[in-house]
């Protein structure tokens, strides 16, 4: 079982900065791939950026160059650190972990961290 802690959510003018952090509450942090996710009111849940246990990363094209996922094996923790934030990008953030060969529904979440973008 891994269980997931996101923080660094909050209330940021648009053009602001936030740094979200996942802790994992497991060792075995180093053989999944990591990934934040996204739901706004009324949206469906959209994967936002990935990590993968090497060190690849892929974005939404929505965040492409503002947004930037990184990992610390030593601490269990993903990043995501959100620059130019706009609010379009105000959503409830969520960590989640998953084997390789998993989808991510199929893997460990977190319960959530606001983000809220005024303009």
């Known amino acids: 079982q891994v269980q997931l802690v996101e923080t660094g959510g909050g209330s940021v003018q648009a053009g602001g900065s936030l740094r979200l952090s996942c802790a994992a509450s497991?060792?075995?942090?180093?053989?999944?791939?990591m990934g934040w996710h996204r739901q706004a009111p009324g949206q469906e849940r959209e994967l936002v950026a990935a990590?993968?246990?090497?060190?690849?990363?892929n974005y939404a094209d929505s965040v492409k160059g503002r947004f930037t996922i990184s990992r610390d094996n030593a601490k269990n923790t993903v990043y995501l650190q959100m620059n130019s934030l706009k609010p379009e990008d105000t959503a409830l953030y969520y960590c989640?972990?998953?084997?390789?060969?998993?989808?991510?529904?199929?893997?460990?979440w977190g319960q959530g961290t606001q983000v809220t973008v005024s303009s």
């Open positions: 497991r060792n075995l942090f180093s053989t999944y791939d």
């Open positions: 990590i993968t246990t090497g060190g690849s990363s």
């Open positions: 989640a972990a998953r084997r390789r060969w998993q989808v991510w529904a199929t893997g460990y």
